[in-house]
Nanobody, 119 residues
């Protein structure tokens, strides 16, 4: 059974930092591209950051470039999102996603963790 479990969300003041984690089980983690998405009520889920299976390549939404850093530890089956200089508009539920488009194909989601940026 595949499980992706996010943690690290919470309430933080503008300008503050949070580190999200996504712990994976039930998949060969090192074979999967990993992503962080976020969603606010009434809006579509937005891709925040992506990292290749080996961690050698990353991509970011323009809105978070220079503030967020995605990383992974394949030995620990865990992905991270370091979020600095947080803004109120970063408030959302953050989701972890594991995706593989070649065999064995897979697309898995975590349950989400709430991040609230407010004074």
């Amino acid at each position: 059974q595949v499980q992706l479990v996010e943690s690290g969300g919470g309430l933080v003041q503008p300008g503050g930092s949070l580190r999200l984690s996504c712990a994976a089980s039930g998949i060969t983690f090192s074979m999967y591209f990993m992503h962080w998405y976020r969603q606010v009520p009434g809006k579509e889920r937005e891709l925040v950051a992506a990292i290749s299976s080996a961690g050698s390549s990353t991509n970011y939404a323009d809105s978070v470039k220079g503030r967020f850093t995605i990383s992974r530890d394949n030995a620990k089956n865990t992905m991270y999102l370091q979020m600095n200089s947080l803004k109120p508009e970063d408030t959302a539920v953050y989701y972890c996603n594991a995706r593989r488009t070649t065999l064995p194909i897979g697309n898995y989601w975590g349950q989400g963790t709430q991040v609230t940026v407010s004074s």
